[in-house]
């Protein structure tokens, strides 16, 4: 069990890296919201894990070949239910283009779960690498 919102985050952060998807979607509940703002194919806000991993996540990495995702994760600070997390996200598309990302998140960590999470990164850079 988790005693705090940083200690999920990290956890969620460290169950990233490692790429283990089933477990990650436990961090969520069904009403939790995912929004990522800009005007990607990829922004807005997504409702539950199925949308966030199932659609949202999906069509990201769809198009990132998997071998070459890399994340670094910088960090958190935490206030209250609030906990800001830092990475980034480095990867090769399956277009030869090379995805070099700097990731902020505000999560809401309510009872031990993901309640919400406001994700920001530069939308032009994924646009012209990733979406083009």
């Known amino acids: 069990m988790h005693s705090t ?9 460290k169950t990233l890296a490692a ?4 477990r990650l979607r436990a961090f969520f509940d069904a009403d939790t919201t995912w ?3 800009g005007d990607l194919p990829v922004s807005g806000t997504w409702t539950g894990p199925d949308e966030i991993f199932d659609e949202f996540v999906a069509t990201m990495t769809a198009r990132l070949v998997p071998e ?21 996200t480095r990867a090769l598309t399956r277009k030869g283009g090379r995805y070099d990302q700097h990731c902020l998140a505000v999560f ?4 031990g779960r ?12 994924a646009h012209n690498v990733v979406f083009a």
């Not at 919102?5 to 952060?13: A, F, N």
């Not at 790429?19 to 089933?22: A, F, S």
């Not at 809401?108 to 009872?111: E, G």
């Not at 993901?114 to 850079?125: N, P, S, Y």
Request: proline letters at 2%; hydrophobic letters at 45%; glycine letters at 6%.
């Open 5 to 13: 919102p940083k200690d999920v985050v990290l956890d969620y952060m």
């Open 35 to 37: 929004t990522l703002a």
């Open 114 to 125: 993901i309640a919400a999470v406001r994700e920001h990164f530069d939308t032009l850079h």
């Open 19 to 22: 790429g283990d998807m089933d």
């Open 68 to 88: 070459t995702v890399e994340m670094e994760f910088l960090g958190v600070i935490a206030e209250g239910e609030r906990v800001l997390a830092e990475w980034k």
């Open 108 to 111: 809401t960590v309510r009872d």
